[in-house]
C-alpha cells in the first residue's frame, strides 16, 4: 500500500518535472525552478501532513459550501505534495502510534487495510468541530488526475514552444489533419500526389533511356 501511495506520487512529481522543463528554456531558470519547488514541496508536507490542520481550515463541515476554501483545495490539489499530505496524514492517524488529543493518551496503531484506505474520515476536533476528510483512495485520484494533467500539458507545450523543437506548431496543431497524419505515420494526400507525380516522371526518364 506504502509502495502504492508513492509510486503514484513520484509518476505525478516526475510528471511535473517533464512539463516545467518544457516550458522554462535556460539551465539558470531551470534551477531557480526546481529549489522553488523542492521549497514548497517540504512547506507542503510540513503543513499539511498534519490531520488536524487539514480537518480544522479544509475539510470543515461547516465549510462545505464556502467558495474559499473550495477554491483554495482546487488550487492546492494541482501541486501533488497537497493530495499526498492529506492521504499520508490519514494512513498515519490510524496505523501508527498517535496522541489521541481527546484521551490525552497515547494510542496504539491499528491494522490498515485496502478497505480501510478506501473509507471517508469522519470526527470532530476537541472544540467541537465536525470534520469529513476524503479517503486516501480519493488522493490518489486526484494525484492521477494530476499526472495526466502534466502530462497533456507537456505534450502541448513541447510543440507550441519555439525553444523546443526549433519551430513551434501552430496553437492549433491538434485539430490539423498534418499532425495525426504524422502521429500515426500515416502519408499525407500532399506527399500521396507528390510520390506519385516523382513516380510518373522517373518512368517518363526510364522510357526516355530505354528509346535512346
Known sequence: ???????????????????????????IAANSTAYTFILVTIIFELVFSQPDFNNRFFFNDADVDNFTIN??????????????????????KKAAT???????AWVEGEKYTWFDFGQEYHGKLMDGVTYST???LESMRIIFIDMCIFLV????????LSHNRGVADPSYFFLTQKYWYQVFGWKTPEQQAAEAANKEAAERRRRRGKKS
Open 98 to 104: 498517535h496522541v489521541d488529543k481527546q484521551a490525552f
Open 153 to 160: 500539458l507537456t505534450w502541448y507545450f513541447d510543440h507550441i
Open 71 to 92: 477554491f483554495t483545495k482546487a488550487i492546492f490539489n494541482l501541486f501533488p505534495s497537497f493530495p499526498i499530505s492529506v492521504c499520508f496524514g490519514c494512513l498515519v
Open 134 to 136: 476524503p479517503s486516501p
Open 1 to 27: 500500500m506504502i509502495f502504492f501511495v508513492f509510486f503514484g506520487f513520484s509518476m505525478a512529481m516526475i510528471s511535473l518535472g517533464f512539463f516545467v522543463s518544457t516550458i522554462v528554456s535556460s539551465q
